[in-house]
Structures are given as C-alpha cells and as structure tokens.
C-alpha cells in the first residue's frame, strides 16, 4: 500500500507544479459551465423541460460539472504518453501492479479537483440565488454515488489508453471516448431528454453512471429500492470494467512483446 500512496503524493506534487496548465484547464472547464448555464436559463425561462425546472437545471449541470472533473487534472493523456514514449517499459521493471500504481496515480488531482468543484459550486449559490439542497438521505447515496464515480472513470481512461499498443496513437481514441462518454453520461444534456430509442440504451451502459445516476440521486429522482438499485448497477459496473481492464492489459502485454517493446 506504502509504495501507491506514494506514487499519489508524486502525482499530486506535479500537478502542482505545473500550476499554470491546471490553471488554464480549470477555466475552460468553468468557461464551460457558465455557458451551459446561460443556455440553460434561456431554455427554462418559460418553463420546464422534460421535468426539468431552472433549479433542478442548475444542480444538475454543477453535478455533470463535477463528475466530469474528476480526473481530469492528471488525465488518460498522461497514461497513454507513457505507452507511446516507451516508458512503459520501465513502469514493468518495477515490482507494482500497473493497473493500481496507474490509478494510484489517477487519483493524485482529487485535491485539486475537489478545490475547483468546491469554487464552482459557491460560484453557482453566490451568481444564481441558490441551490437545491438534498436531504439527509440523499445527501450520502449522492456522496456513495461520487466516489464511485472515480474508480469508474478510471477504469474507461484505462481501457482506451491500452489501444495506444496497437494504433500508436491516442488522439483519434481519446475525441471518440470524450464525445460517447459525454453523449452516453448526461453530461451534455440529461438522458430523458434524448430520443427514446437512444436514451434506452444510453440507460443501461456504464456510461449512465458517471452522471445521470448521480444527478438522480442528488435530485431525488430516485429514492428507496430504486437508488439502491442505481448504487448497485453502479457498483457492478466498476468491477466489470476494472477486471475487464486488467484482461486487455494482458493483451496488450502480448502487443508489446510482438513489438519488440
């Protein structure tokens, strides 16, 4: 455990070191926020859209915000430049997992991402007139749901990074994971507003539950059996996607063996 704590303390420390580029990714990310805010305002200004008020709008959009944010500080780009560098060669010489010193050091922004979430929200209560707040109940399943949200994330970044053993390079993969995680999530607009013959589906993949579940649960948009069952599905999924990850890991190994390293 000792030598992946201190490989998330590594990763925090570079984060902040290169202060500048969190910076400018930070106010991208609240530039983004505060437009889909301004469309949003617009749109529910005579009234509500698919059940959604101004109120509800706006917590949900803080809440896509958020879950959008986590990892991104330290991100799937540094993974897969490794991959492509070379240096994955020497991250295998050393006597750790891959998987868990790359999620070790995943997790090394949440400082920093927890911070700017923290900003935005006060941002949001001070310019907007308020919040909904959710209630005692809600509050931990939402918090329950969060924290899922990491290993989650992590284990899509992780699976896509691996393709870079065999395309040998990462951009096209990295556009094509932002735009279905960002359609598939929520995170562009909430489910129940897509086409039904889209939303269905979009339900029931993982993708769902990076943010329309926490933005359900947050929202009280489901309570007793049914957030349960939205924890569970959750759950189930981060352990999906982390063994499924560490099977294309060894297919990727194979990849690299047949490459010569």
């Known amino acids: 455990m000792k030598p ?21 990714l930070w106010i991208g ?11 949003w305002h617009a749109l529910l200004s005579q009234g509500t859209i698919g059940g959604y008020d101004w109120d ?46 790359r999620f070790s050091e995943h997790m090394g922004g949440l400082a920093t991402e927890f911070i700017a979430i923290a900003i935005a ?36 970044a992780y699976i896509t990074t691996m393709a870079c053993f065999w395309t040998q390079n990462f951009m096209g993969v990295s556009w094509a994971k932002d735009a279905v995680v960002t359609l598939f999530s929520g995170a562009l607009i909430p489910l129940a507003l897509l086409p039904a013959w889209l939303a269905g589906p979009a339900a029931v993949l993982p993708f769902a539950s990076i943010t329309a579940t926490p933005a359900a649960l947050y929202l009280g948009q489901a309570t007793g059996w ?17 063994w499924g990850a560490r099977l294309v890991w060894r297919r990727a190994l194979r990849a690299l063996t047949v490459h010569g390293g």
Do not use: C
């Open 121 to 156: 929200a006060t941002a949001i209560v001070t310019l907007t007139g308020g919040l909904v707040v959710p209630g005692p109940a809600q509050a931990l399943l939402f918090a329950v749901s969060f924290l899922l949200v990491a290993p989650l994330k992590f284990a899509i």
């Open 226 to 242: 049914e957030a349960l069952r939205l924890l569970a599905v959750q759950a189930v999924w981060v352990l999906v996607l982390w």
């Open 29 to 39: 990310g609240a530039t983004f926020l505060a437009g889909s805010l301004a469309v």
């Open 4 to 24: 992946y704590l201190g490989l998330l303390r590594m990763s925090t420390r570079r984060i902040l070191t290169y202060r500048l580029n969190s910076l400018i």
């Open 56 to 101: 509800q709008m706006k917590a949900y959009l803080l809440v896509g915000w958020a879950t959008a944010s986590i990892g991104s500080a330290y991100g799937d780009w540094w993974m897969a430049n490794r991959i492509l560098d070379g240096h994955v060669a020497t991250d295998l010489t050393k006597p750790l997992d891959y998987q868990w010193a």
